[in-house]
C-alpha cells in the first residue's frame, strides 16, 4: 500500500442545501500518522466536510482526495482503507458484538479475531451482549471498535465523545492516542476544547462553512495571548474535572 | 472453504447474519408460524361441517334383512355423515334444524314383496341445501336401482362402483389450508420486510453499512434470500400440520406449492420494499402495510369463496395478488393442477411481480 506523504487532501470544497452554504470552500490537507481535529459549533460544517472525505455524500464542487484516490468518482476504494465512526452508530439487532464484528470484517472480505478487536477496546467481557444492552460508552466503544475491522490506514471519528461522562472520554481520548502511536491518521470532529488540545496535532476551526483558523493548537493559543488576550481569572492548576477524577477515579463505569 | 467463503464473502456472511436475525426474532416467528398454524388448527378441530359433505339421517321402519343391507350399503360408500341410531321424532328434528340434508326413512316391510309399498322409501330433504340433497337423492336412488337390477343376481347385490357423484368430501378445513398458507407469505413478505428495513433505516443501521464498501445488491440479496426461505418453510409447516394432524388429502404437488409459494414471496417482498422505500418510520410502514393486507384478506377468498360477494366486488378482488396466489395454491392442493394449467395465476402473479419490483426500485432510499 502506498502512504502518501499527505493522506487527505481538500481543495475549494463547497457544498450547499438549498440556501445554506453547508461547506463554503474548504482547503486543508492531512498528513499521514497525523491526529488532525476540525473544531466547530453545532452547524458549522464540520460532519458535512466529514462526510464528503468518507463517501457518505457527494459536493457540489471543489476536490477531496484521499489516499491519492479521489473520493467523488471511486467512493468504494476509498472505504476499503478508512475506518467511519458515525456520530450516532447503531448496529444490527439480535446479532452479539462478537456476530457483528464478523460481519462487519466480512464486507471488507477479511476474517477478524472479534473477540481480540474487543480486548482493544475493554470490551471483550460483553463479547455475546447486544449492542441495545450496552451502556452510552461501551457503544461509543463497541461503534469504535467496528471501524477498526478492515485495519484502516485513516480513521475518521465524528464527535467521538459527545455525551460521555468523563472517565469513558479519558479512555476514549487513550485508544485515539493508540492509534496514533500504531501509525494511523485520525481524524476527528469535537466542540470540546481540551480534547482537541489533548489529542490533535493539528486543529481547523470551522464557522459558517468555512475554515476560520487552522494551525497547531498552542500556537493557536500564543497567537491569542500575543494580541495581549488575558483571561478574566487566572486558571488554577487544576480544575473541576481533575476534583472529580480525583474523587471518582479514572476506572470506567459502564454498569 | 465454504466455512470460509461464509466468513468472508459479503453477501454469504450477510445472507447468514439476516436468516439468524430473524430466527432470533420471536415475534416475527408467532406472527409467520405460530398464527396460521392456530388458525388451521381452530378450523381443523372446530369442524364447521361440512362443506359439501351430506349428513344422512337414517330411520328404519322395516327393520329386516333388505333394510339392514341397504343401510350397510349405504355406509360403505362413505360419501355421507350417517346417523341412524335416533327415533324418528329425533330425526326429524334435526332435519328441521339444518342438521341434516336428508332423512330417509325405510317402510315396514322394505323388500319383503313385490307391491309398490315393499320396494319404497321415503326421502325427506333439506330445501336450504339443494346440491347436497339432489346429490344424496341420486346416490341413494343409484343404490336402490342395483338393488332392484341385482335382484335376479344376488352375488351382485352386495357390490356397488364408486359412486358417479362426486363424492370426496371437501371440508372447511381443505378449501381453508391452502387460502391460509397464501395469506401468511403475503403476512410475511410485506410486514418482515416492511419493518425490519424501515427499522435498520429509522436507527441508522443502513447508513452504517454505507460507510463500508458493501455494494447494496449484497445486502438486499440477503433480505430476500431470508424471507424466499422462511416462505417455502411456512408452505412446508403449514401444508404439513394439515396433512398430518387435520386429515387434509393433499391432491396436488408438495414441489408445484413451493414454486408458487416462491413466485408469490416474490410479489408481496417487492411490495414490502416499496412499502419501506416510501415510509420514513415504523409508525408510517404500519398502517400502510395494514391498509394493503386487510382488504386482500377477505376479498382474495381466503376464508371463503369469492363466488360469495356481488359482481362489482368481485370484478376488483379476482386481480388482486393474494387472490391468484390462493386460487394457485388451493387448485394445486384441492383439485391436484399442474403448474401448466395455473398459467392465468401465475401470469397474474408475474406482471404483479414486475409491477411491485418497479415500484419499489422506484421508490428505495438507504437513508
Redesign the interface.
Known sequence: MIHHAEIIQVNDLRKSYGDLKAVDGVSFSVSAGEVFGILGPNGAGKTTTVEILEGMRAQDSGSAIVNGIDVQKDPRAVKKVIGIQLQSSAFFDRLSLTEILDVMASLYHRKIDALELLREVELDDRAGALFKELSGGQKQRFSVASTLVNDPILLFLDEPTTGLDPQARRHMWALVQRFKSEGRTVLLTTHYMEEAEELCDRVAIMDHGKIVAMDRPAALVDSLLSKGFKKERTEKLANLEDVFLDITGRELRDE | MLR?LF????T???TK?SM??WF??RQAIFWTFFLPLVLISVFGLLDFGAFRTVDLGIVDRANNDASQKLIADVRALGTFDISDDLSEEEEREALLDGDRNLLLIIEPGFGEGQSPAQRRVTVIYNQGEPQESAAGQTIIQHLLDKITFAEGNISDRYKIDASPVDSRNLRFIDFLMPGVVAMSIMQMGLFSVAFSFV??KS???L????????LPASFIFAQVFTRLTISILQTLVLVGLAVLAFDVHLEGNLGVMVLLALLGGGVFISMGFAVSGWAGTEDVAAPVANAIALPMMFLSGVFFPRDAMPEPLRAVADFLPLSYLADALRNVAVDGASLWSQWENVLGLTVWLVVTFFIAVRLFRWE
Request: hydrophobic letters at 35%.
Open positions: 470460509q466468513q468472508t464473502n459479503p454469504l456472511s450477510l447474519a439468524r436475525i432470533r426474532d427499522q435498520l436507527r441508522g443501521v447508513r452504517r453499512l454505507k460507510a463500508t464498501p458493501v
